[in-house]
C-alpha cells in the first residue's frame, strides 16, 4: 500500500518549496496582472491533488474511491485558503501564523482520508523543526524534521539575524539576511527556504510572503512521513520527497527555476507589504 501511494504521490503531487527570488523574470513570472487567474490554478491544483491523493489511499485501503476524493478535496482546498491568509504576513501581523494552522488542518485532512483515518482523527502542525502531532488514539507526540534543524544552525553559523517577531508571526523560525543568497552557479537570490525554515531579505518586497508559501508546502506533505521509517523522534518523509521534487530546478535553475511548479505557486501567491 505505502509504495502504490508513494508512486502515485511522486507524479502527482506539484506543488512543494525551496529557493526564492532572482533578477530576470521570465513572462509568466513578471506579469502581475495574471494574478488572479494564477491563484484560481493554484485553488484548483491543490483541492484537485488532494481529492486524488485521497481516493488513491481509500480505494487501496478498502473504503473506495468516493469516501477519499470528497475528503481529499476539502483538505486541498482548506490548503488553499490557509495559503491565502498567510500570504499576507507582510501586510497583516500574525496571518501568517492563522494561514499556517488552517494550511495544516487541509493538509492533516488529505492525510487523514490518505490513510483512511477518521475526519479530523489527526492533526499535525509544525515550528520551526518541530512536528506536534495531536491523534485521537495516539495522544500528543512531538517529532524533530533532521533537516530544518540543520538549516537553523546554518543560519547562525553564517551570521544571519533571528527575527522574534517575524517567528511569533508566522508560526516558524525566520531569518533576515541583507546580502543575497549565492548559489553553486553564481545566480543570486534574496530569500531561501529549506523544510519549514526561510530566510529573506527584508528590503524585497514580497519574500517573506513568498518564503512563507514554501515552508507551507512542506507541510503539505507531511503524509510522505508515514511512509518512510521513523528514527528515533526524528522524521524525514516529507523533507525528502520536498528535496526530491525540488531537484530539478536546483540542479538546473535557470528555466527550470521559474517553471517549477512550487516556484509558480509561491510567486502566484506572494504578497508585498506596505
Avoid at 484548483?44 to 487501496?60: D, E, T, Y
Avoid at 485521537?136 to 543560519?155: C, D, E, K, M
Avoid at 553559523?157 to 517567528?167: A, C, K, R, T
Wanted: glycine content about 10%.
Amino acid at each position: 500500500m505505502k509504495t502504490v501511494i508513494s508512486s502515485a504521490a511522486l507524479s502527482l503531487t506539484l506543488l512543494l518549496s525551496n529557493m526564492s527570488k532572482a533578477d530576470d523574470f521570465p513572462e509568466h513570472i513578471a506579469d502581475r496582472t495574471n494574478y488572479p487567474r494564477e491563484r484560481a490554478i493554484v485553488f484548483g491544483a491543490n483541492a484537485g491533488i488532494g481529492a486524488i491523493l485521497g481516493c488513491l489511499g481509500a480505494q487501496i485501503s478498502g473504503d473506495g474511491c468516493l469516501e477519499g476524493l470528497w475528503r481529499g478535496g476539502i483538505g486541498g482546498t482548506i490548503t488553499y485558503f490557509g495559503m491565502e491568509i498567510g500570504s499576507r504576513d507582510e501586510q497583516v501581523p500574525f496571518s501568517g501564523l492563522v494561514g499556517r494552522g488552517i494550511n495544516d488542518l487541509g493538509a492533516s485532512i488529505v492525510s487523514n482520508a490518505i490513510f483512511s483515518r477518521g475526519f479530523l482523527e489527526r492533526y499535525e502542525t509544525t515550528f520551526g523543526p518541530l512536528v506536534f502531532s495531536i491523534d485521537s488514539n495516539y495522544g500528543f507526540r512531538t517529532y524533530i524534521q533532521p533537516l530544518a534543524t540543520g538549516t537553523v544552525i546554518y543560519h547562525f553559523i553564517v551570521g544571519h539575524d533571528f527575527s522574534l517577531m517575524d517567528s511569533i508571526e508566522d508560526g516558524t523560525l525566520v531569518f533576515r539576511m541583507y546580502e543575497p543568497s549565492v548559489s553553486r552557479t553564481g545566480s543570486a537570490s534574496a530569500g531561501t527556504t529549506n523544510s519549514t525554515i526561510p530566510a529573506y531579505m527584508p528590503s524585497q518586497p514580497a519574500t517573506r510572503s513568498h518564503e512563507n508559501i514554501h515552508t507551507y508546502q512542506l507541510s503539505r506533505m507531511r503524509w510522505a512521513d508515514e511512509l518512510v521509517p521513523q528514527v528515533w523522534i526524528f522524521r524525514y518523509g516529507a523533507e525528502a520527497l520536498s528535496a526530491l521534487l525540488s531537484l530539478p530546478a536546483n540542479l538546473f535553475e535557470g528555466d527550470a527555476y521559474y517553471y517549477d511548479p512550487f516556484e509558480m505557486e509561491a510567486y502566484a501567491m506572494e504578497r508585498p507589504g506596505h
